[in-house]
């Protein structure tokens, strides 16, 4: 990974419009997009071990060319949103994992179908696409960053890195994160979180839709975690807290990840009570997992080949 070529494709960034955006993939066409074989590694019962790349080659924040020419206001489009992933030094593997959650964290489009993605402005209301609430913890003091990580896509992409890894973030290495300052990793799962104990109440309901399904529902989604754990082995909910919100999702993480990349990019319904009670969570929670890697996976490719 690293820096190279990233900068010089930022120069030309802007939002796309409707005739410049590309049409996205169909979840029901992903043998088209070659990723049968990929894909075919999501069960039903496993969840895979995080990848261990929740790494940034920027110690104090990414050079102000690899982040100026992003769009600070309006809608951004997911291809926008992959390249500003890039920008901000993130793994370039991890695209599909950000984008993803991206989906479930920043607040919708404004204009759709124009634009299918998330609004920089009420986005940043609070803390921007990813929503890095401990942000001004991570940027140097009087970088022109803590003025723009809350509508910057590039910056906001940069302070994920600290957030989920404590040995990144200075500073922070007692904090709660994905990876813990004591080269601990949280729970693989919510049922072993559970298990584990901590401040996570709040999962209990989520697990328990997780055994209803029969579907074993893990704790991660690439290097993003929900129930994060401290420097001493002490869980809490959460970091990435879609799912845990009664009431609002209809979905346990990390599904509720899955439906949002769906219903922002497709413009479907899923997150939605009556949408739930009508499929058989067994066979849809995966199906949404499936297509929402595949979606991803269509920005975050093109992300990565205007970078090389």
């Not at 922070?172 to 979180?193: E, M």
């Not at 949404?288 to 093109?302: L, S, T």
Request: net charge negative; hydrophobic share 35%; charged share 20%.
């Amino acid at each position: 990974y690293g820096s190279g070529g990233v900068s010089e494709l930022l120069e030309s960034v802007s939002v796309p419009d409707a005739e410049a955006f590309a049409p996205v993939p169909d979840g029901g066409s992903i043998e088209a997009l070659g990723v049968l074989e990929e894909l075919s590694s999501i069960t039903r019962n496993a969840c895979p071990e995080p990848p261990y790349t929740a790494t940034n080659p920027y110690q104090e924040g990414p050079p102000r060319k690899a982040y100026e020419n992003f769009p600070t206001t309006g809608d951004v489009g997911f291809d926008v949103i992959a390249e500003a992933w890039l920008a901000g030094g993130g793994r370039p593997e991890q695209c599909e994992s950000a984008i993803i959650i991206a989906s479930g964290e920043c607040a919708p489009s404004q204009s759709e179908p124009t634009v299918m993605g998330c609004n920089i402005d009420q986005s940043g209301q609070t803390s921007g696409i990813w929503q890095v609430d401990s942000a001004k913890t991570a940027i140097p003091p009087g970088s022109p960053m803590l003025d723009l990580y809350r509508t910057n896509p590039a910056v906001n992409a940069w302070v994920v890195t600290p957030l989920l890894n404590k040995t990144f973030a200075v500073g922070q290495k007692y904090d709660l994160g994905c990876y813990t300052g004591s080269g601990r990793t949280a729970p693989l799962t919510l049922a072993a979180a559970i298990e584990q104990g901590g401040a996570i109440g709040e999962i209990t309901a989520e697990q328990a839709m997780c055994e209803q399904a029969g579907l074993e529902c893990c704790n991660f989604i690439g290097d993003f975690c929900h129930v994060q754990q401290g420097y001493s082995q002490n869980n809490g909910c959460c970091l990435f807290a879609g799912g845990k919100n009664r009431g609002k999702d209809w979905l346990p993480f990390p599904y509720f990840y899955y439906a949002k990349m769906i219903e922002l990019a497709k413009g479907e319904k899923i997150n939605d009570p009556q949408v739930q009670e009508q499929v058989n969570p067994a066979e849809a929670w995966p199906d949404y997992e499936a297509r929402a890697k595949a979606i991803a996976k269509h920005f975050c490719d093109g992300a990565r080949a205007k970078a090389q």
